[in-house]
């Protein structure tokens, strides 16, 4: 039998008119986004139709949207019998989407959480200016090691660079403030590298934010979180948990953690996985799929994004 991982993406996946499509055909997505306007008390729905994309990208307003999304696509699933899978991840802002489809949390609580991670987030980049930039070239362990040898001994967390996403075996994410992201890039050109700057708002899942994870561990205690009903693989370890406060302390150091994307694939793979479907806006969790699957793995990538991939999915399961 096909084992199948769901992979909900996250930040960086938006895209004006997502979820639209599928807004029209049912009810239970209009449920969902008609909560998702009264949990963040905003006009998000909107926003996810019609932007304005400048607004939309805002950290505050961007969490929240594509979480909507997310929750959407697993609504209509879940209401036609499509929601057949034994594993679930996301990435970054994508594990709460991860999170619900697997019954962790409620897509209300789930709503809420994302609210309260965006603006904390939010509040913590503008405290402390941050940058991000995509490494190529380099694989992780050199990448990790250049950013340490860039850190100063006894500076401040608000300053260096750190590893914050490793995506694919050559395909890592830096994040510190400017400065030293600036430093990182020109040390990566002297080891054959190069570092694409990335348009973002601060600096994710790196110290630059640590005044965030404390306030939103707390939030986090608020809410019930239960035993996940199927598989489910954290950003932080890469590895499964049950136990519901082992889980809000997982969702707490991914603040400011590195997100173990690739470590999280190989552990699909490694578990016989081998059809990988992507659920919510976008292609990004896809296409990092298909250069991180070996070709002669026999394995299938999917996307769900829209209501003709929609309707393509659920004539190949039923």
Same mark, same amino acid.
């Given at each position: 039998? /096909? ?11 938006? #895209? ?9 055909? &049912? $009810?239970?997505?209009? +449920?969902?986004? +008609? ?9 998000? =729905?909107?926003?996810? &139709? *019609?932007?304005?994309? $400048? ?12 979480? #909507? ?9 879940? *209401?036609?019998?499509?929601?057949? &899978? ?5 990435? =970054? ?16 609580? /789930? ?37 340490? =040898?860039? %850190? ?29 992201? *600036? ?5 990566? !050109?002297?080891?054959?590298? !190069? ?21 939103? %561990?707390? #939030? ?8 996940? +009903? ?8 890469? $590895? =499964? ?7 809000? +302390?997982?969702? #707490? !150091? ?21 059809? &990988? ?28 994004? /829209?209501? *003709? ?10």
């Amino acid at each position: 039998m /096909t084992k199948t991982a769901f992979l909900f993406p996250g930040q960086g996946s938006q #895209a004006i008119g997502m979820g639209e499509d599928i807004h029209q055909e &049912f $009810d239970v997505v209009r +449920e969902v986004f +008609e909560m998702a306007d009264e949990v963040t008390k905003s006009h998000l =729905s909107r926003l996810c &139709f *019609k932007g304005p994309m $400048d607004e939309l990208t805002q950290t505050v307003n961007l969490q929240p949207a594509v979480t #909507a999304v997310n929750l959407a696509f697993m609504a209509a699933l879940a *209401k036609v019998g499509g929601d057949r &899978f034994d594993v679930a991840c996301g990435h =970054s802002l994508g594990e709460y989407a991860a999170l619900a489809a697997a019954g962790v949390t409620t897509p209300n609580d /789930t709503m809420a959480l994302v609210k309260t991670r965006g603006e904390l987030m939010d509040r913590e980049s503008r405290k402390h200016k941050g940058a991000m930039a995509a490494v190529l070239k380099l694989d992780y362990p050199t990448v990790v090691a250049l950013a340490e =040898s860039l %850190r100063e001994e006894g500076a401040p967390h608000t300053r260096g660079v750190w590893a914050a996403n490793h995506n694919g075996e050559t395909q890592i994410v830096v994040s510190g403030d400017p400065d030293s992201v *600036k430093r990182f890039g020109e040390a990566a !050109r002297e080891k054959g590298g !190069r570092a694409v700057p990335l348009r973002v708002s601060g600096a994710w899942h790196s110290p630059l934010i640590h005044g965030a994870e404390e306030p939103f %561990r707390m #939030a986090l205690e608020e809410v019930a979180f239960q035993a996940p +009903e199927k598989g489910l693989l954290f950003n932080v370890t890469a $590895d =499964s948990e049950t136990e519901p406060d082992a889980m809000k +302390e997982n969702m #707490a !150091r991914q603040l400011v953690s590195p997100v173990r994307w690739h470590d999280t694939m190989m552990r699909l793979l490694g578990d016989g996985v081998t059809r &990988f479907v992507e659920v919510g806006p976008g292609k990004v969790l896809s296409g990092i799929a298909r250069k991180t699957i070996p070709a002669d793995a026999g394995c299938e990538v999917v996307n769900i994004s /829209t209501m *003709k991939e929609f309707e393509t999915w659920m004539n190949s399961v039923q």
